[in-house]
């Protein structure tokens, strides 16, 4: 129970660091946000738990592919807002666009024989 409570604090501590410089610079922030903080975490966190390699790099390379899908959303985004779209309809549309990209990722990548 500690160790998960460690594991959520730490989490948890990484967004608000994030959060909190971004309200003094945007840029560092998302620099911030940018690095694989998330995933080196799960990386050693599942190292921790299962010391199994094969899962390991297994998850790895899943995290490289699912980083496209994602990546449109951060232009999207920025670009509805500056065009006038309100904030609470441009999350979620952007959110829904994320969706369908990965839900294309998940369908693609077999037909390329690559396995998630």
């Given at each position: 129970?500690?160790?998960?409570?460690?594991?959520?604090?730490?989490?948890?501590?990484?967004?608000?660091?994030?959060?909190?410089?971004v309200?003094?610079?945007?840029?560092?922030?998302?620099?911030?946000?940018?690095?694989?903080?998330?995933?080196?975490?799960?990386?050693?966190?599942l190292?921790?738990?299962?010391?199994?390699?094969?899962?390991?790099?297994?998850?790895?390379?899943?995290?490289?592919?699912?980083?496209?899908?994602?990546?449109?959303?951060?232009?999207?985004?920025?670009?509805?807002?500056?065009?006038?779209?309100?904030?609470?309809?441009?999350l979620?549309?952007?959110?829904?666009?994320?969706?369908?990209?990965?839900?294309?990722?998940?369908?693609?990548?077999?037909?390329?024989?690559?396995?998630?």
């Amino acid at each position: 129970m500690i160790y998960l409570v460690l594991k959520a604090t730490l989490s948890g501590i990484i967004v608000m660091i994030v959060s909190e410089v971004v309200r003094r610079s945007p840029s560092i922030g998302g620099l911030i946000a940018s690095l694989p903080m998330v995933s080196i975490l799960a990386i050693i966190w599942l190292w921790r738990d299962t010391g199994d390699v094969t899962r390991i790099a297994n998850h790895a390379e899943s995290t490289f592919w699912f980083a496209f899908p994602s990546l449109p959303m951060f232009l999207i985004f920025p670009a509805l807002l500056r065009h006038g779209m309100g904030f609470w309809v441009a999350l979620p549309a952007v959110s829904i666009m994320t969706i369908v990209l990965y839900a294309l990722t998940i369908w693609l990548l077999p037909k390329f024989r690559l396995a998630l």
